[in-house]
Every structure is written in structure tokens, then in C-alpha cells.
């Protein structure tokens, strides 16, 4: 063999080692992939991928390592396609709009996957946008517990209608998912699957999810512009049929000894004045779920201060499982990211024809009064009312707000309209507040008397008291009478307190100086570092004002302590209040300011003719 031959040779001999290693190298890569993607070569899809193995392969090789002949392996491109094929479709969305939403749907999950509020600005300022809820990777309305029709399933978009919305997609099992979403109601969607399985079979347990809401600085936000606040769930009992509602929030739970707080899902502490406190290493998600033993779940929101998001499901739920998740890793106060919640249904029995149909309504819009009554009559379901969380004074809070909107529609300012609100409630109580400064202004005149009958009787404490009562009664005077408005002014100004720090059509309503009647007025913050609120400053000089002209009949450094203290003690406690509380108060004491000071003059002027 000659030089040249043994070079050809050589470079032959290169050949096959390389092709052999080559060889290597991809029956290597195969083995790989065939363990990482198990499901790919089960029984059910061996015909789908029949054309990895078929001898048609134009890059078919014989099997390294000692392999049978006619083995073969699959070249690298053929793997490649394989694993794009099973890859997840790209998503797709498509966005619809009403009078109020634009809404985005996605393909994934067949679900809302965010919503836009076109009436509400996010900011005092229009520029950056109305309120959006993105719920990101956790569409509001997907399903969990069938495979295939998860927020992970790829459906398919169509808009057969204006408003109308159409998703189908299969699961793995067969069972077929046609979902339509009608959005042409305001912030009201209306929601019916139909599930078409083979005959005779039901459906497994699952359930319908609720979008996270999520804090402003939430990260991936709701935008929302206020913190979350709480979940609300209303049951009924299935014996009685009487319903009622619940809340879950920082620290009251669903149930008593049924269902955690959010404070004790996270194991924080404290409480009360403080916000509650976790420990390191406490994990940063939780979540909870509830069962009412012998009960149904009529709906459930997820609300924070202004808006809210309630699913009312056709046929009522069996559970609620409510997720949250806390800002930062470190221990110090608790505070929320986000939160969402689930309604959850049983197995349901099997149907002649495959055939399943559920209903269900969403609300994505503001804590409104008049919209959530609207979805007591488009639900045919009651208690969304119980969202606003009015608490005991629920009736009167709903005749405040109801007066306060109908003034807003005569006057089209909310700080005017909260003046005139005012005025009413004064007139209203005018004739008991008169007949109470006729009364202080009676025991003023009987001091002397009364101090009288104390030195003479100041050993003997029955006798004082009946000779004290006798004067009363000789006189007509009734010694409770000035106490009697503050009682009636106190449920008052918490059924303001209550109405006005939710309403969100206080939320950047603007009144003279003040930008924003929900929040504190904040006065030159951006040049002391520091808000100075002015409306909870007059609120505490109209309390001292009037406490200096009330008659008093009590010891009078008493009366001077208290002259300082009250004024104090609410200048404190509303400083941070919101501006319109503020509003009311003063105006308010003003009022009765006045009213005071017109009666004594009346009373100076009658006296000569007396």
C-alpha cells in the first residue's frame, strides 16, 4: 500500500470514528429527552409519534454500543420538531369592551386575564390611566382540577357577537370546554360553560378562580390604587335556607374556629393598635380553605377599599380557599401583596348524555352601592349589599350615602353636597338641641339652689339627693336633657365615619383646597416633608368654642378639664381621617355654634321684657 492509499485510508478511518461519534452524541441526546418526556411515549401516543421510529427517516443510524441490527435512533432535527410540537400553543388574547370595561381575554386558560376601569383614574393624575386589574398568570374565571382546562389549557377565541366572548378547548380525557362570556351589562359578565364528556360521565371536583387583586406597590399590581382589604363569603344554611354573610380580613376570620385570619394564616402576632408582626422565616404565601359544615356558598369577593371582584356562581359552592401573599422576606409588620380566592364544587353525578352546564356571574367594577344592589337583580342572589361592610348602622349608612348621592346629583360637587348634608342633619336635630340648651340654660339659673342645698345637706347624702331631685321637678328640669344629643350625634358621625372612608365616590372628589375628600387634606407636604391637616384643627377649636359657651351646672374645673380634653383627644384621633369626616365635624359645630349663640341673644333680648 502506498502512500497516498494509506492516506485515503486514514482519512476514511477518521470518517467512521467521527459518523460513529456522532451517532453517540444523538442516541445520547434521545435517551435524554424520551426520560424528561415520559407522557410522549405512552400507549395513547405512540401513533402520533409513529414518526420518530419509522424507517423512512432519511437520518435513521445504526445503534451505538453494541445495539441489534436494524436498531435505530432519532436524528437531533426529528427530536427538535418532537419537543416544539408538544410545547404549549403561544398565547393569544383578545380584548372586549362595554360601556364601562375593556376587558382581555387570553387563550390561556380560557379566562379574563385583566380588565380596565375606564371611569376611575388611577392617580389625581389623568395622565397616567384609569384603574386596571392584571391579573397576570392568575386569570380571574380559570378553572383548576380538570386537566386540559386549567389557567395552563390552550383555547380557542372567538367573537360571535359584539361583547360576546366564545373559548372552547379539549381536555386530556376528551371532555370538551365551551365557555361564553357575555360583557355587554356594565361591570356584570355573564358566564355558562358547557362541559360535553363522553356518556354517562360527570365531572371531577373543581373550581372557578377570582383574579388576584394586589396592592399599588404590589409589584405585578391590580393598579388598583388602594390596599387589599378583605374576602367576603355569603352561606346558607341548607335546612333553614337563611343566608348570611362573612368576612375574613387581618383579623377576623371567616368562622370561629372554622377558618384563620389573614394575621393567622401567616402566624403574625399582635395586633390591635399595632399592626401584626411575623417572624423570620415565616413563609411569604398562604392560603385557607373553608367548608361550611351544612351550608352553601351563596358568592365570594375579593375586595380592597374602593373595588371588588364577586363571582356568583349558578349553582352555589361547597368551598372558598382564600391565597395570600406578603410583601417582603424579613420579619417586622405583615403586610399583603395580593389576594385571591376560589369557589370550589364536589364531584358532580354523571349525565345521561356527557352533557354539563354551569352558570356563573363575575363583578369587576367599584364598591358601589348602587352597583352591587344592580347585582342582587342580575344574580337573582341577595347580600351583595353587605360588600360595602357598613356594620351595625347598616340601614343608616345606606339612607346617608342614598341622601348624599342625591344631593351630588343637584349639586355636582361632594364637598358642597356634604355641607348640605350637614345643614339637614342639623335641622333634623334642631328641635332636640333646642330643648337641651333650654335645659343646660334652666340648670345654670338653679346653681345657686343647688349649691345651697349641698352645703346644708353635705353630711346627709340621701337627703341631698331628694332635695336635689325635688328642685329638679319643681323647676321642670331634666338633668339628662343636654346629654341627649351627643348620644344621638355619636351614631351619626360613625355612620359617616363608616360611609366616607369607602365610598368611592369620594375617591379624588375635589372641594376648595382639598384634592381627594377620601384621604387626609395633606396641605403642603411637598415643602415641610409633612401633611398639616386644617379641617380636624377647626374640628377640635369649634369643640373648645362650644364648650365654652354650653351653661354648666358641674364643677367647674371639671368643666375646664374637659373643655381641654375632648378637643384633644378627637384632634388626635382625626387627624388622619379622611378629609371629608373632617368636613362634616366642623361644619357641624359651626352650626351648633351658631344656634347658641342665637339663642342667647334671643334670651338677653327677652329678659327686660320678662
Known amino acids: 500500500m502506498n502512500r497516498s492509499d494509506k492516506i485515503i485510508v486514514a482519512i476514511l478511518a477518521a470518517l467512521v470514528c467521527g459518523w460513529f461519534w456522532i451517532s453517540r452524541q444523538d442516541a445520547k441526546r434521545l435517551s435524554e429527552w424520551r426520560e424528561a418526556h415520559p407522557e410522549l411515549f405512552s400507549a395513547e401516543t405512540n401513533e402520533t409519534f409513529g414518526a420518530i421510529s419509522s424507517p423512512e427517516a432519511s437520518s435513521i443510524l445504526a445503534a451505538p454500543d453494541g445495539a441489534g441490527e436494524g436498531d435505530e435512533v432519532v ?48 392617580t389625581l393624575d389623568p395622565a397616567d390611566g384609569p384603574v386596571v386589574f392584571d391579573f397576570g398568570d392568575s386569570p380571574a374565571l380559570a378553572l383548576a382540577g380538570i386537566p386540559g382546562l386549567g389557567k395552563d389549557g390552550d383555547f380557542v377565541l372567538d367573537e360571535p357577537a359584539p361583547g360576546v366572548v366564545r373559548m372552547t378547548a379539549t381536555a386530556a380525557d376528551g371532555t370538551r370546554l365551551s365557555r361564553t362570556v357575555a360583557a355587554t351589562n356594565g361591570y356584570h359578565l355573564a358566564v355558562t360553560d358547557e362541559f360535553v364528556a363522553a356518556p354517562g360521565s360527570g365531572l371531577p371536583a373543581f373550581s372557578v378562580a377570582l383574579g388576584p387583586i394586589a396592592t399599588a406597590s404590589g409589584g405585578t399590581s391590580s393598579r388598583a390604587a388602594g390596599p387589599v382589604d378583605g374576602v367576603d363569603v355569603r352561606v346558607r344554611d341548607v335546612q333553614t335556607g337563611k343566608a348570611k354573610s362573612l368576612e375574613q380580613n387581618m383579623t377576623r376570620p371567616l368562622a370561629k374556629n372554622v377558618s384563620r385570619s389573614f394575621s393567622g394564616m401567616f402566624g403574625a402576632a399582635g395586633g390591635g393598635c399595632a399592626a401584626p408582626s411575623v417572624a423570620a422565616g415565616a413563609p411569604l404565601e398562604a392560603s385557607e380553605t373553608f367548608s361550611p359544615a351544612g351550608s ?43 389576594l385571591a ?71 355636582p360637587n361632594y364637598g358642597w353636597a356634604i355641607v348640605v348634608l350637614t345643614v339637614i342633619v342639623r335641622l333634623i336635630l334642631f328641635p332636640i338641641n333646642r330643648k337641651s340648651a333650654q335645659g343646660m340654660r334652666k340648670m345654670s339659673e338653679l346653681q345657686p339652689k343647688m349649691k345651697e342645698i349641698n352645703e346644708r345637706y353635705k353630711n346627709d347624702p340621701q337627703k ?76 377640635a377649636a369649634t369643640m373648645t368654642l362650644q364648650s365654652r359657651l354650653t351653661p354648666s351646672a358641674g364643677d367647674p374645673q371639671q368643666q375646664k378639664m374637659m373643655t381641654i380634653m375632648m378637643p384633644v383627644m378627637m384632634l388626635v384621633m382625626c387627624y388622619s381621617f379622611a378629609s371629608a369626616l373632617g368636613l362634616y365635624w366642623s361644619v357641624s359645630q359651626a352650626l351648633a355654634i351658631f344656634g347658641m349663640w342665637y339663642a342667647r341673644r334671643g334670651a338677653k333680648s327677652a329678659a327686660p321684657a320678662k
Open 75 to 122: 436524528d437531533s432535527g426529528i427530536a427538535d420538531a418532537a419537543i416544539a410540537a408538544a410545547a404549549p400553543a403561544p398565547e393569544r388574547t383578545l380584548t372586549v369592551s362595554n360601556s364601562v370595561l375593556d376587558l382581555v381575554f387570553t387563550s390561556r386558560g380560557g379566562a379574563v386575564k385583566g380588565a380596565t376601569l375606564r371611569d376611575y383614574d388611577l
Open 296 to 338: 352553601t356558598v351563596d358568592w365570594v369577593a375579593v375586595r380592597e377599599r374602593f373595588f371588588v371582584e364577586v363571582l356568583t356562581p349558578g349553582l352555589p359552592a361547597s368551598s372558598v380557599r382564600t391565597s395570600l401573599r406578603r410583601k417582603g422576606g424579613a420579619a417586622g409588620p405583615l403586610q399583603l401583596e395580593s
Open 341 to 411: 380566592a376560589d369557589a370550589g364544587w364536589p364531584d358532580s353525578a354523571a349525565a345521561a348524555d356527557g352533557r354539563t352546564v354551569r352558570t356563573y356571574s363575575l363583578y369587576l367594577g367599584p364598591r358601589k352601592m348602587d352597583e352591587l344592589l344592580r347585582e342582587d337583580a342580575e344574580t337573582g342572589v341577595g347580600g351583595h349589599f353587605d360588600i360595602m361592610r357598613f356594620g351595625t348602622w347598616s340601614w343608616f349608612c345606606r339612607w346617608l350615602l342614598a341622601m348624599l348621592n342625591g344631593i351630588h346629583r343637584v349639586i
Open 464 to 539: 341631698r339627693q331628694a332635695e336635689t331631685m325635688r328642685l329638679y321637678q319643681e323647676n321642670h328640669v331634666n338633668p339628662l336633657s343636654s346629654c341627649l344629643p351627643m348620644f344621638i350625634q355619636l351614631p351619626i358621625f360613625i355612620a359617616l365615619f363608616t360611609v366616607l372612608r369607602s365610598a368611592v365616590e369620594l375617591r379624588y372628589a375635589p372641594f376648595l383646597w382639598i384634592s381627594d375628600l377620601s384621604e387626609p387634606e395633606n396641605c403642603f407636604r411637598d415643602t415641610l416633608g409633612f401633611g398639616v391637616n386644617f379641617l380636624p384643627i377647626a374640628m
